[in-house]
Each structure stands twice: as C-alpha cells, then as structure tokens.
C-alpha cells in the first residue's frame, strides 16, 4: 500500500502540485516574516450614528518581499495549521496594547476603544489568559478599552473552558466581542451563556442590504437579539450610505467600513470628524 501511495504521486495532479509548492514556500516565508519584521498592524474606525470614531479594529498586513501585501485572508489561515498564529497573536496583541496606551494618555482619545481579533488556536493557548493580562500590564493599556474579538467556531469547539477563560479577562475589564455573527453554525444559546459585550454583524449580510430580502431579515434581527439581549451591536462592511441608512432605520448605532474609512497605518488613521 505504502509503494503504491508512492506512486501515485507520479500522477499527481500537476495544477495541484504547483499550488502545494507554492503553498509551502509560503509558509516558509511567513516563518521569517515576523522577526524580520514584515508585519504590519493597520486600523480602521467604528463609528457611531453621527459619523464620530468609537473604536478601532487592529488588522494584520504582511509585506510580502517580493509578493507584496499578502492578505491575512490568505495567510491567517495558513498560520492557524501551523502554528504560527500564537507567535503572530502575540505580536498583534502587544502591538495594538502599545497604540491603545498611547490613545489612552491623550485626552482627545482617551475614549478610543481597540479591537484585537482572536484566532481560536490562539485563544486555546493554555496561557493565553496570562499573556493578555501580562500584555496589558507591561504596556500600560487600560483593560476596559481593550476588545477581544472572537469567532463562534471558538466558542462552540471548548464551549466551558472558552466560557472560563472569557469570564477571567472580563473580570479585569476587558470586552468581547462576536465576529462574523451569522455565518458560523449559530446556537444562539451560548448568546445567553458567554459574557459578551458586542455582536458585529457579518458584512456578507451588510453587502446584500437593499438587495436582498433574506440578508435584510437576517439583518434586522440580529439587530433586535442584540438589543434584546442588551449587547452593542456593529455593522461591518458599511460600503453605502444606502446601507447606513438602512442599518439607522433599523435600530444599529455603531458602523465600520470603507465608507467610514478602509484600514490604514497608524499614522494615516483620522480620527477627528
Ligand atoms: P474580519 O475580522 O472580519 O475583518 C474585517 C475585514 O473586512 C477586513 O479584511 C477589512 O479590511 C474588511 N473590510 C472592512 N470594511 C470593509 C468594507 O466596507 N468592504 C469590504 N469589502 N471589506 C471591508 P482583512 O483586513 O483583509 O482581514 C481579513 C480577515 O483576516 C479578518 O476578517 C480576520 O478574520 C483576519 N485577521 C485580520 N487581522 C487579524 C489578526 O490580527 N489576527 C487574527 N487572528 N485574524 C486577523
Ligand atoms: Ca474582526
Ligand atoms: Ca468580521
Ligand atoms: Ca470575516
């Protein structure tokens, strides 16, 4: 059985061979791209119903030395398999707690909150309570401005021992948030036993608005669960004001998007109406 496995690599799929090897020589890259230094942190603003910055979402860049920008749609997932995504996690983590300390002595942004997304390898780590509190510690940010996004795969993998680990960090202030709400394998019955702060809606749904009926039902009740179960609720993907108005009409008060503002460097981030 062995020899013909063997074999049957000799037929193999030439297409499929080629997107392996290139699959590897990414993952070897992203290897050396964190102590080479090709991470990047990007930022994008929420807003509230009058257009002012709330928060801020922390998104990952990889400057790619000879590919380019490298989407983390892309390598965020290879990340996961391997591994890397606790290396890469922690970077992230520290990177944005160092910005969201610098917000916090300003006065004039002292307000700001910061989204962290979490990957669920990460969040699994068995010190990854101690890390997030280690991290705030050393940089100085303040836990209660501090929001760990999480997705429901996580939840529904390790649903006590994700339970505990989100009910320790909350004691210390820090908020959570649910991503991507609607497209995972929704029970909507942990809504009511995680502590929770925020639901942002996926902007699968966001895009189909005005389109769709569906996207619109789904939509508008996400909005009122949201409200009923007393969390804060963000829109993602807010491309229209179509869709902003919309969105108002239907009772949602917090918006992110690329009418707002697509992610940028820290330095190119407006946070002024
Ligand atoms: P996400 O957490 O759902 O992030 C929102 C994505 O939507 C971002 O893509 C953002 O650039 C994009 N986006 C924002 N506004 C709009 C809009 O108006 N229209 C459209 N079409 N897209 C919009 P991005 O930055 O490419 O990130 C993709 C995904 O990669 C993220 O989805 C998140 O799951 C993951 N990711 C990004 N940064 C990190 C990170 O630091 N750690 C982890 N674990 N995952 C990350
Ligand atoms: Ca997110
Ligand atoms: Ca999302
Ligand atoms: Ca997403």
Request: aromatic residues 6%; negative net charge; proline residues 4%.
């Amino acid at each position: 059985a062995k020899a013909a496995g063997r074999n049957t690599l000799a037929f193999f799929d030439p297409e499929m061979q080629v997107r392996l090897q290139a699959r590897a020589r990414l993952e070897a890259d992203l290897r050396q791209a964190l102590p080479k230094g090709e991470l990047r942190l990007y930022y994008q603003p929420q807003v509230d119903e009058r257009g002012v910055v709330i928060g801020v979402e922390a998104l990952v860049r990889w400057q790619h030395p000879v590919r380019g920008q490298v989407s983390p749609g892309e390598f965020i997932p290879l990340a996961e398999e391997n591994r890397l995504i606790v290396a890469i996690g922690h970077w992230v983590l520290e990177t944005a707690c160092r910005q969201l300390a610098a917000w916090a002595a300003d006065p004039a942004r002292s307000a700001l909150s910061l989204s962290v997304n979490v990957s669920p390898r990460q969040f699994r780590e068995p010190d990854f309570v101690d890390r997030v509190l280690e991290t705030l510690e050393a940089t100085g940010a303040p836990a209660s401005r501090l929001k760990l996004e999480v997705t429901e795969s996580l939840l529904l993998e390790a649903r006590d021992e994700a339970r505990s680990r989100m009910l320790e960090l909350r004691a210390r202030g820090v908020g959570f948030a649910l991503d991507d709400f609607g497209t995972g394998y929704s029970s909507l019955a942990y809504l009511k036993r995680l502590p929770l702060d925020q639901l942002k809606i996926d902007q699968s749904f966001v895009r189909d608005l005005l389109e769709d009926e569906a996207s619109e039902a789904i939509v508008a009740s996400t909005i009122a669960l949201a409200q009923s179960l007393k969390l804060e609720v963000v829109a993602e993907g807010v491309e229209t004001e179509a869709q902003r108005a919309w969105l108002l009409a239907h009772g949602c008060r917090a918006f992110q998007g690329y009418l707002f503002g697509r992610p940028v460097a820290v330095e190119a981030l407006e946070l002024d109406a």
